[in-house]
Structures are given as C-alpha cells and as structure tokens.
C-alpha cells in the first residue's frame, strides 16, 4: 500500500466513479481499478458496493477515507517542506464566527510576532464546517464554541464564556429582572445559522423546557445580529463578548441562566491522528493565557426555570 493508492482511493471516493477518478489522476481507468482492488485486498475489507454501474463507499471506506485524507495531507507537507523552502511551517486554523469576531485578530498578531518563521492560514465557519475541514485535513487546528461530534476529532476546552440573552433597551423583558423560561415562549428571535455551537445549545435548552420560539431571522454576522436587536425588537442568545459595547452604553440588557446551562468553553479542536507541530503547541499556549474576559453582571437579570 503507497500514497498513491490512498490518492487514487480518495479520488473515487470523492468523484464516485472510476472513470471520473482516472480523468482527474491523468491515469487509466484499469489502473484506478487495480489500485482499489489492491487496498481492498491489503486491508481485507470492502471499500465500495457496486450496484447498476454506481460506487457507493461502505463503512469500512469511509473511515479509511478520514485516515487516508490525513495521511495524505501529511504526505504532501513533508514533501513540501523537504523541498528547499526552508522547511517552514504551514499552519493552517479555522475559527468559528463567536471566535472570529473577538479573538482572531489578537491570536494571529501575537502569533505572528512570536513565530515569524511560520506561515498562517485563517478560515471563519460554523461548528459544523470547521469540524468537516479538520475531519478532511484541509485544517490542522480548530477553535470553536460548539460540541464537535466525532470520535475521531480531539476536543480541549481552552476559554469559559457564558451565552446571555440580549434584548434592546425598549423591549418589555428590559424593566424586568427576573425572567420565567415560559416567558419566551412564542416571541421573536434572531438565531445563528444550523451549525453554529450558539445555536445548538440554545435549541437544547429551548427543547428541554419545551419551549417553541417564532425565528424571525437567522443570521451570521454580529452586525445583522445587533441590529435585529437594537432596531427589531428580537431577542437572541449569543457570547457577551460580542455585545460588550452595548451592555456597559446600556442599550441591551442581558440575562443570564440562572442554572448556569448557557455555560460553555471555547475549545481547541485537532484530528487525533495529527502530528502536533511547534506552531500548533504555541496556539495552544496563547489560548492558555489569554483572559478568559469579564462577565457584565452589573446589567446583568437572570432566567429561571420554575416548576
């Protein structure tokens, strides 16, 4: 078994057809045959079904397909770097959008000041993409507010944060400091896009008291976000951090829950059979000392589950 098998493996996996995968390789498609026959014997499991002149990929090939893309990725950096240029480090880092919006900016400065000698990449996505790109290997390390799902992704959590509900100044909710989780039922929300760890966890808490909430806007810009606050009359459950400015002007007034159950960590995501490189430990070591930033209880009510 070579990387050129693992490329060729990749490429019907990716296409779903031979033929497609041997026009895209410059290769024949007999050869393209060989090879997964080849993989198939070596591992002694079947890689696709065949039905009606379709490849559809089976278990057993799609958790080659993870190991394959890393082992590849990996492959091709080691090329690179052994090739004259100097051996630099690559990194590449995907942030989600709570991430992004506070923190990014900072991490590639300090970065770049302590580690000239290391290129950076940065991505802004959802949960979801970034776990699909580091599951991929097009990303070496993810930073997100989200819980990850597979099992073959490791998961530190590295900041606290705490998700509040933000309403404008004008709305009703603002005179109170008390808020009963029945209180929300049925009124206007601007939420984050499906995929965003924000979302994810409000949608728990809202399915376990059993709560339905009207969505009049889904967003994944902070800006669009405020605005819809500010200027519409939503509600929505995002990071503080985003609303620092309004919270201390007094235009918003959060809640927090008083169950402690909007508590989360941003976390630092990697694929577990990653080699952790110097620029990725130093990542690492910036989130670590980094200040996990001050919560506004001055303005802060409280929301309540009663029985």
């Known amino acids: 078994m070579t990387v050129r098998h693992l490329k060729i493996f990749i490429a019907v996996a990716d296409t779903g057809k031979m033929s497609q995968a041997a026009e895209q390789l410059y290769i024949s498609q007999p050869t393209v045959s060989q090879a997964i026959r080849e993989l198939e014997e070596h591992y002694h499991v079947q890689l696709f079904e065949r039905y009606a002149k379709k490849l559809y990929i089976t278990e057993a090939g799609r958790h080659l397909l993870g190991l394959a893309r890393v082992a590849v990725e990996q492959f091709d950096r080691l090329e690179e770097e052994m090739s004259g240029e100097g051996m630099k480090e690559r990194l590449k880092i995907g942030v989600t959008r709570t991430v992004g919006s ?3 900016s900072r991490l590639l400065q300090d970065f770049r000041k302590s580690c000239p000698q290391t290129e950076i990449y940065a991505y802004v996505g959802n949960t979801r ?21 597979s099992p073959e992704l490791v998961s530190i959590p590295m900041i606290e944060d705490v998700l509040v509900l933000a309403c ?19 009124l206007d929300f601007v939420m984050r896009e499906e995929g965003s760890g924000t979302r994810a966890l409000f949608e728990e808490y809202l399915d376990k008291n059993k ?41 918003v007034k959060i809640f927090d829950s008083r169950e402690h159950a909007w508590n989360r960590s941003f976390s630092l995501v990697y694929h577990k059979n990653k080699r952790f490189t110097e620029g990725m430990q130093y990542v690492k070591e910036l989130l670590q000392n980094y200040d996990t930033g001050e919560y506004l209880e001055e303005n802060a009510g409280y929301i309540a589950v009663r029985e």
């Open 102 to 104: 506070f923190l990014l």
């Open 129 to 149: 993409m970034l776990e699909e790109r580091l599951l991929n290997a097009e990303l070496d390390l993810g930073i997100v507010e989200g819980r990850v799902k």
């Open 168 to 186: 404008a100044r004008t709305h009703p909710f603002a005179e109170k400091e008390v808020l009963d989780v029945r209180d929300l039922e049925g």
């Open 211 to 251: 709560i339905s909430i009207h969505i009049r806007m889904e967003a994944s810009e902070i800006d669009v976000i405020r605005s819809a606050i500010l200027e519409n009359g939503c509600l929505a459950v995002v990071s503080s951090r985003l609303l620092e400015k309004e919270i201390r002007s007094g235009e």
